[in-house]
């Protein structure tokens, strides 16, 4: 799941709104001044200077070591540093420098609630990059179960989550498909029992379905028209169908399969209606 939000409007806008709520004397001084280069280096970044910025925002974490948002921007230029690198060893020291200075704007953030989600959003991100699936899952689950997050956000980090798991039970199922099988029957019994591998992978595809549905379901308790959840969680009844030798079990799987994807069709079609006739009302509506 990509959870990377660009706001570098949203920088340029927190700064400078920023300086009057400050305080009075050296302190005042010291954070006018910390402001003050984060506005210039937010322009910089806005104009895609990146190196720049990354000077202005380094001189703010010197002059302010407190100041979270100094930190959260200058994460983000070494972030695209690192997709830039092509030297492996550079990349991931990026990478790890990357997550130390998103760390230290977390330890920060207090309540700041803008400034926490863009951490563990970045902070999830370069776990992905670097194929670090453990830390990205204990990531996205902060986020998901953080009381500062959006309802919206925290359902789409419950999502990622339900989606990762699939994939997972996807990846072993898939393996084990039988060519001659999947021509008539794609969700065709897997046979994964015949050695002490196979009945491996069988083992950590039904986890990894069990984790899914309670990702999913964690999703739709907040949202419960999330239509993307309700069509993952469908294809995970199709995961079972493969998982299971039992014929009986496999066609209840199936019908759940098929009824979880006709909800979630026509839940999809009403909103797009919906939509269609506010636009259309929207258009038609006299302009003064």
């Not at 895609?48 to 930190?71: L, Y």
């Not at 919206?152 to 699939?166: D, H, I, K, Q």
């Amino acid at each position: 799941m990509k959870v990377f939000r660009n706001s570098t409007t949203a920088l340029t806008i927190a700064v400078i709104v920023a300086l009057a709520t400050l305080g009075s004397g050296c302190e005042y001084a010291r954070k006018v001044i910390a402001k003050d280069k984060l506005n210039q280096g937010a322009i910089e970044y806005n104009k895609g200077n990146i190196k720049n910025a990354q000077v202005f925002f380094k001189d703010a974490t010197e002059t302010d070591p407190s100041s979270a948002s100094a930190w959260l921007y200058l994460g983000a230029t070494i972030v695209r540093d690192y997709r830039k690198e092509i030297d492996e060893a550079k990349k991931k020291d990026l990478a790890n420098q990357a997550l130390e200075v998103y760390q230290k704007a977390l330890s920060l953030a207090s309540n700041n609630c803008v400034v926490v989600n863009n951490a563990l959003s970045y902070i999830a991100v370069i776990h992905d990059d670097t194929r670090n699936t453990d830390e990205w899952r204990k990531t996205m689950l902060e986020r998901a179960t953080n009381q500062c997050m959006t309802k919206e956000t925290r359902a789409e980090s419950f999502y990622g989550l339900g989606v990762n798991y699939w994939q997972c039970s996807y990846d072993q199922t898939t393996r084990y498909q039988d060519k001659a099988l999947f021509n008539t029957d794609q969700f065709h019994y897997r046979k994964m029992d015949y050695s002490p591998e196979a009945l491996s992978d069988r083992q950590k595809a039904q986890a990894c379905v069990t984790k899914a549905f309670e990702y999913f379901e964690k999703a739709l308790e907040i949202d419960p028209e999330y239509t993307q959840a309700m069509f993952y969680k469908g294809l995970l009844y199709r995961e079972l169908q493969k998982l299971i030798k039992e014929e009986a079990k496999r066609k209840e799987f199936e019908q759940m399969a098929l009824k979880i994807a006709s909800e979630a069709t026509a839940l999809q079609k009403k909103r797009e209606a919906a939509a269609t006739e506010q636009r259309l009302r929207e258009a038609t509506s006299p302009t003064s």
